[in-house]
């Protein structure tokens, strides 16, 4: 049977990366991360129903960042499968962390607009509109703005949307205010997350979910002392899944790095399997140390289980010990 096991194709594969923190100088750790962690993939992904990813695209969401992006995408032309954008915290954030942070509540909206790249539009607006840009920009106006600059260059419809690729459903989460860190999410999307989940709803067809922060108490980095989670709906998205255990959650935030405890959260029963997927641009340890390195995984499906394999872009090889693998049909509402 092990050698039949070997041998048998999966039906589908997709790769999940996430936290790639593109910066706006070529030559960034960051942005070599991605490109080689991006070529490694080339290898390994033919066929593949398409790369995932988990959020925190860029490190500030500034032009110049996004800019940098294409540039590593296009310099692989046709050799990766398509790559489908979960909005994370960095790319939207209200906070554009450096040193030091920039707050842009704090801001002008024409200082806001000459920071997002939007100074031009501030430029032609009419002499009666000038006053207004020395305004503070608000909270709604910094979101549109952030939120358009995002789905402008991944091409996503919203900071939530959903695909059905390969027979197979992909649902993405995120945030809909630009928080520095944590995830808030309407009660509208978690009403639209629970018709999704429905859709074809099957005890043995597993449903994908990517959502940048992860939930309280469940994987890598989100144990409460740790201080990584960050759904500000924790206790509603987790009733939400609660009735759908043949999903599985992909989450970011935390680069826990995969040799580190709690890669996979098993659900015991109440909860779907989740999955901390690391980090392209650097990593993070159990002691609460940064670790150089850059790693993401890879998911194969099966007829009757889903095996998730964890990847070391810098040797380019599988990670030893961080091989997963959930079984299909699960327990659904109550039933067998």
Known sequence: M??????????VSFQ???????????????????????????????????????????D???????????????AQGNSLPQIRYTVGNHDIGAILWGDPPLNLTTM?????????????EVDQRDAQDIEKTQESVSIEELWQKRLNDFTAITGMSGSYHDHWINGYHY????????????????IEQLQWLEA???????????????????LMDTVAGSMKEQGWYGVNQDEALKAVLSRYQQAILFSGHTHWQLEAQCTMYEGGGQMPTMFNASSV???????????????SLHVDVYRDRVVVKGRDHVT????????????YPVKVNGSN
């Open 108 to 120: 002008t909206q024409h200082e806001v607009g000459e920071v997002l790249g939007h100074s031009e």
């Open 2 to 11: 092990e050698n039949e096991n070997k041998r048998e194709q999966p039906l």
């Open 281 to 295: 641009a650097y990593l993070w340890t159990d002691e609460d140390e940064h670790l150089d390195g850059s790693e």
């Open 171 to 186: 649902i993405f989460l995120g945030t809909e205010q630009p928080h520095p860190k944590d995830c808030d999410m309407s």
């Open 60 to 74: 500030r969401g500034l032009p110049q960042e996004y800019q940098e992006l294409q540039r590593i995408l296009e």
């Open 16 to 58: 999940v990366i996430t936290d790639t923190h593109v910066r706006d100088q070529a030559g960034h750790i960051h942005n070599l991360h991605l490109q080689k962690a991006l070529e490694d993939i080339a290898t390994y992904s033919r066929g593949s129903s398409g790369i995932m990813h988990v959020g925190d695209v860029t």
């Open 196 to 214: 999704k989940l429905s859709e074809q709803a099957a005890a043995d067809q597993p449903i994908f979910i990517f959502l940048h922060q992860p």
């Open 316 to 327: 380019g090889s599988w990670i030893e010990g961080a091989e997963y693998t959930v079984q």
